[in-house]
């Protein structure tokens, strides 16, 4: 057990819907990342926060946003959903920005 | 631009013997850089790390090996157990940069008893 807890754990959804995925980190680790893995692929690096603010980009689309509100928990927000949205979102937390990364067990999105 | 690649998708190997994981690199901005492990239906969980100051760190029977100017780290599981069987992500990270970590595709290692 990591210590990173993830809601939910599985979500059906159809396309055009907007979902919400929530991370909590582990205590007392400020930065928080959200990963996408599609189906065979690697983890694509989507967003960081670290202690509220946005600390790091990488491919997120525009239909896509994230937060991190002040008790550091984390959601992303995926919206207008496209059937290759399908994935696995993880989420992980680190104390700062450049420490091992603690993952959580991830959110399965199916868009049909 | 794949900027840190992972060349062999799958693994084979018997358990007792020596796995050996490889990762390339193109960005020499890249100064530190870990192995993850992950099991299916699982988070991946950190094995092993190491900074562009060392060429190699050792944990118990996970070595992680540096090469900066081949651009190029290896993990050797020795010896290898059917429990070592999973996923095996290398990432890279830039000190200087945004501090964000580029991961691979992945290597599958499965151990065979």
């Known amino acids: 057990d990591s210590g990173v807890t993830q809601t939910p754990k599985h979500l059906i959804t159809a396309t055009g819907q907007r979902v919400t995925l929530r991370c909590s980190p582990r205590s007392g680790d400020l930065s928080v990342y959200w990963y996408q893995q599609s189906l065979d692929q690697g983890l694509q690096f989507l967003i960081q926060y670290y202690n ?3 600390r790091a980009k990488g491919n997120i689309l525009e239909r896509f946003s994230a937060q991190q509100f002040p008790d550091l928990h984390s959601e992303l927000n995926l919206s207008s959903l496209e059937l290759g949205d399908s994935a696995l979102y993880f989420c992980a937390s680190s104390v700062g920005s450049l420490n091992e990364q603690f993952f959580g067990p991830g959110t399965r999105l199916t868009v049909l | 631009d794949q900027q840190v690649k992972q060349n062999s998708p799958s693994l084979s190997v018997q358990e007792g013997r020596i796995s050996i994981l490889n990762c390339d690199y ?3 901005m890249f100064d530190y850089f870990l192995w993850y492990k992950k099991y299916p239906a699982e988070g991946p969980t ?9 060429d190699k760190n050792e944990d118990g029977r996970f070595t992680v090996f540096l090469n900066k100017s081949a651009k190029h780290l290896s993990l050797h599981i020795v010896p ?3 429990g070592d069987s999973a996923v095996y992500f290398c990432a890279a990270s830039a ?15 499965k151990v065979l008893a």
């Open chain 2, 95 to 109: 000190s200087s940069g945004t501090y964000k970590y580029i991961f691979g595709t992945g290597t599958r290692l």
């Open chain 2, 80 to 82: 290898s157990q059917p």
């Open chain 2, 46 to 54: 950190f094995l092993i790390s190491i900074s562009s100051i060392k």
């Open chain 2, 26 to 28: 193109t960005n020499s």
């Open chain 1, 52 to 54: 509220g603010e946005e």
